[in-house]
Structures are given as C-alpha cells and as structure tokens.
C-alpha cells in the first residue's frame, strides 16, 4: 500500500477484556516496529520484526503484551486482560528499502480501557 | 542505554520568523542516527528530516535544517520562514546503527505555535 495502515483507529474496551491491534507495513518493508505514545509524550518503543522474526521486545511492559508477524507482513499487538494504564495511543511503523533507516508511522490506534 | 532531551515543552513564534528547538542526547555508540519527526493536531508522525552521525554536513531539506554537533551531542532543528502549517509538536529521535533499522528513542518533545 501506499503507507501503513492500522486497524482500528479507535477502540473502546472494558477492564480485563482482550484487544488485538492490527498493522499493514508498507509494501515490501521489512522492519516493522510497534510504539506506545501517552498523551504529551513521546513514542516509546514496545517490539520490533525483520520479516516474520522477533528481534527485540524489551520494551513490552508486562506478559499481558504480545505481538506477531506470522507471514512477515501484517502484525498484530495483543493485550490481554486490559487495564485502565494501558490507555494510549498504539503506533505502529515500517521500514525497509533504500533508506532502510527511515522509519515511517501508520495513522496510530487510540485505545480506551473503560 | 540512550536519553534524548528536550529542554523546551514549549515555543511560539510569529508567521514568518526563524526559530531553533533543541535537542540533546546522551550515548557512548560512536555510529547513530539521528531524527526530527513532526506531529501535528492530526497526531500523525511525519518525519522531517535526518542526519547520519557520520557525515559532517548538517542536512537540510526546504525551510529545515540541522545544526549537529557530535562532540557536544546537540541536534538542533531551525525552521525558517515558519508558517501556520508548521505548528505541531516536534520530536527528536536518536536510532543506533545496527543491522538494519534499530528501535527510536525519542525526546519529550516540543509544542511550537505558529502565530499569524
């Protein structure tokens, strides 16, 4: 596609529900990262893919978090049994190509525990 | 580990006038990246403009540009001929060189009006 796209934008959730988030890269990217942005803050990493493997999930908070690129392209973030804290703005980001370095940002879903 | 600061929560300016937003960071790696991305009311991230550690030359693109100091580990942004368009919140981010992409740190940002 022509960038990353992500699904939902919004979610509404009750406490100890689970949520699933979704991320389209762009076409071809290989690396595909995921952020957490509270209000008035900066992005802060949470994983990241080259192709369909893990590489880094040292900024996943706790094992309620987990997240898949199964076939290297779409991801998923899994949050299981949320909690209030958890509200935030997701990112999800891809890079890859020439500028390998460059890291480009999907629309964000907000996510609201309730 | 890396930091990234940014010492200003907050900037405003006048249409047309030229403002700088600063940046420091703390690292012991000798080979980075380094980046401003931009975030407006959409709350979409735009990258704006980036500096490999490497290179003495301090990119620019447009009415952006950078003023990278290694040794004293500063990275700042001046917009010239600011324009109503350029409010946003605006983000330094430092990335490690690495196989492939690394993960972003970012800063705490900086709020910048533009003022008509």
């Known amino acids: 596609g022509a960038g990353v796209s992500q699904s939902p934008r919004y979610k509404v959730t009750k406490r100890g529900q689970d949520v699933a988030l979704r991320c389209d890269p762009i076409s071809g990217h290989v690396s595909l990262y995921w952020y957490r942005q509270a209000l008035g803050q900066g992005p802060e990493f949470l994983t990241y893919?080259?192709?369909?493997?893990?590489?880094?999930k040292s900024g996943l908070p706790n094992d309620r978090f987990s997240a898949e690129r199964p076939e290297g392209s779409i991801s998923t973030l899994t949050i299981q049994r949320t909690e209030q804290r958890d509200s935030a703005m997701y990112r999800c980001a891809s890079a890859g190509g020439g500028s390998f370095y460059e890291q480009y940002f999907g629309p964000g879903t907000r996510l609201t525990v309730t | 580990a890396q930091t990234v600061t940014q010492s200003q929560p907050e900037m405003s300016v006048q249409e047309a006038e030229t403002v700088t937003l600063s940046c420091t960071y703390d690292?012991?790696?000798?080979?980075?990246?380094l980046f401003w991305y931009k975030q407006p009311p959409s709350r979409q991230m735009i990258l704006v403009i980036r500096q490999e550690a490497y290179k003495q030359q301090n990119a620019t693109e447009n009415r952006f540009s950078v003023n990278f100091q290694k040794a004293a580990k500063s990275f700042s942004l001046k917009i010239s001929d600011s324009q109503l368009g350029d409010t946003a919140m605006y983000f330094c981010a430092f990335m490690k060189q690495g196989r492939g992409a690394q993960k972003l740190v970012f800063g705490q940002g900086t709020r910048l009006t533009i003022n008509p």
């Open positions: 893919f080259n192709y369909e493997a893990q590489q880094d």
């Open positions: 690292t012991s790696e000798n080979n980075y990246y």
